[in-house]
C-alpha cells in the first residue's frame, strides 16, 4: 500500500473546496426546490396560457415579437373593450371556440397593459 503525502497548505486547499461545493450543493438543491414551486401551474393555467402564447406568435410577423411596448394604455384599453364585446358575442352564439378565442385575445390585451405597466414601473417603459 502506497502512501500520498499531502503538505498542510494541500490539505487546507483541499478542504476549502470541499466546504466549497458542499455550499454549491445547498444553493442548487434550494434552487430546485423554487424553481419546481414555480413549475406547479395548475393544469387550466397552463393551457390558457398555451393558447395566449399561440394567438401571439400569429401576429409576431406583423407586429413584432412585443409590438404592444408601442401601444398606449387608452389604446390596450380600448382593443379591450372591443375584444370583449367579441367574448359576449360568442357567449350569447354559444361558441365554444368563439369563447375561447375571444377570451384569449382579451387576455393578451389585458397581459399587454400590465406588462407595459410592469416596464414602466421598473422605468424601463419607451
Same mark, same amino acid.
Given at each position: 500500500?502506497?502512501?500520498?503525502?499531502?503538505?498542510?497548505? &494541500?490539505?487546507?486547499?483541499?478542504? &476549502?473546496?470541499?466546504?466549497?461545493?458542499?455550499?454549491?450543493?445547498? %444553493?442548487?438543491?434550494?434552487?430546485?426546490?423554487?424553481?419546481? &414551486?414555480?413549475?406547479?401551474?395548475?393544469?387550466?393555467?397552463?393551457?390558457?396560457?398555451?393558447?395566449?402564447? +399561440?394567438?401571439?406568435?400569429?401576429?409576431?410577423?406583423?407586429?413584432?415579437?412585443?409590438?404592444?411596448?408601442?401601444?398606449?394604455?387608452? &389604446?390596450?384599453?380600448?382593443?379591450?373593450?372591443?375584444?370583449?364585446?367579441?367574448?359576449?358575442?360568442?357567449?350569447?352564439?354559444?361558441?365554444? %371556440?368563439?369563447?375561447?378565442?375571444?377570451?384569449?385575445?382579451?387576455?393578451?390585451?389585458?397581459?399587454?397593459?400590465?406588462?407595459?405597466?410592469?416596464? +414602466?414601473? +421598473?422605468?424601463?417603459? +419607451?
Amino acid at each position: 500500500m502506497s502512501h500520498i503525502q499531502i503538505s498542510h497548505n &494541500e490539505l487546507r486547499r483541499l478542504h &476549502e473546496v470541499e466546504r466549497s461545493y458542499r455550499s454549491l450543493l445547498e %444553493q442548487s438543491v434550494r434552487l430546485e426546490e423554487e424553481l419546481s &414551486e414555480y413549475q406547479k401551474l395548475r393544469p387550466e393555467v397552463l393551457w390558457f396560457a398555451q393558447q395566449s402564447e +399561440k394567438q401571439l406568435r400569429k401576429h409576431d410577423g406583423t407586429k413584432g415579437i412585443q409590438g404592444w411596448k408601442d401601444l398606449s394604455s387608452a &389604446e390596450l384599453e380600448n382593443r379591450m373593450r372591443h375584444k370583449f364585446t367579441d367574448v359576449r358575442f360568442a357567449l350569447f352564439n354559444n361558441s365554444p %371556440q368563439g369563447i375561447i378565442d375571444e377570451a384569449t385575445h382579451l387576455a393578451n390585451y389585458t397581459m399587454m397593459l400590465a406588462d407595459n405597466a410592469r416596464r +414602466k414601473q +421598473k422605468g424601463n417603459a +419607451k
